[in-house]
T-cell receptor
Framework: GAGVSQSPSNKVTEKGKDVELRCDPI?????LYWYRQSLGQGLEFLIY????????KSGLPSDRFSAERTGGSVSTLTIQRTQQEDSAVYLC?????????????FGEGSWLTVV | AQSVTQLGSHVSVSEGALVLLRCNYS??????LFWYVQYPNQGLQLLLK??????LVKGINGFEAEFKKSETSFHLTKPSAHMSDAAEYFC??????????????FGQGTILTVHP
């Protein structure tokens, strides 16, 4: 597609359930990022992929959070045993190569509400 | 470690007035700097970026920003506000080092309101 595509756009889940959020980056972009946006914390970096490898996972808040990327393209962010504090917008972004200064393009986000 | 401070969580201007959104950064290495805009229920869109070329950077929608190393600032301006400029604006910084991969650290955001 023309831009970064994320699904679902909205997800309401019960506390304790697992959720999967999907990101389809811009075709040809080797670098992929996940960010979280919440009222209290602003925009937080979660994880960076270069190809299928994740050299920086430093922003994942707990071991309930994991992410993978396959085929150098689609990425899935999984949150296990969701908690109310996980409610946020999860933004995926991609860039052409993981070089500083490359423009990073963002998707519209997946809005997660944990009830 | 890098950080970004955006002065003023809310800025209100009249249509046609100057827009000035402030951003100061802290970085131990030469930074790259970015301004993103977020319209309601949408993702982030890049307005402009500084990557060590000209210190005055022009972006989309009539916005520009000037990198001032001595003041560690990268303020965003637009001479004349339009109603469609109402949105939230984020300043971000990344390392410019050769081994950096461009991870962005964001400020807290500034909500711009434009009054008729």
């Amino acid at each position: 597609g023309a831009g970064v595509s994320q699904s679902p756009s909205n997800k309401v889940t019960e506390k304790g359930k697992d959720v999967e959020l999907r990101c389809d980056p811009i075709s040809g972009h080797t670098a992929l990022y996940w960010y979280r946006q919440s009222l209290g914390q602003g925009l937080e970096f979660l994880i960076y992929f270069q190809g299928n490898s994740a050299p920086d996972k430093s922003g994942l808040p707990s071991d309930r959070f994991s992410a993978e990327r396959t085929g150098g393209s689609v990425s899935t962010l999984t949150i296990q045993r969701t908690q109310q504090e996980d409610s946020a917008v999860y933004l995926c972004a991609s860039s052409l190569g993981g070089r500083a200064g490359n423009t990073i393009y963002f998707g519209e986000g997946s809005w997660l509400t944990v009830v | 470690a890098q950080s970004v401070t955006q002065l003023g969580s809310h800025v209100s201007v009249s249509e046609g007035a100057l827009v000035l959104l402030r951003c100061n950064y802290s970085s131990s290495v030469p930074p790259y700097l970015f301004w993103y805009v977020q319209y309601p229920n949408q993702g982030l869109q890049l307005l402009l970026k500084y990557t060590s070329a000209a210190t005055l950077v022009k972006g989309i929608n009539g916005f520009e920003a000037e990198f001032k190393k001595s003041e560690t600032s990268f303020h965003l301006t637009k001479p004349s506000a339009h109603m469609s400029d109402a949105a939230e604006y984020f300043c971000a910084v990344s390392d410019a080092g050769g081994t950096s991969y461009g991870k962005l650290t964001f400020g807290q955001g500034t909500i711009l309101t434009v009054h008729p």
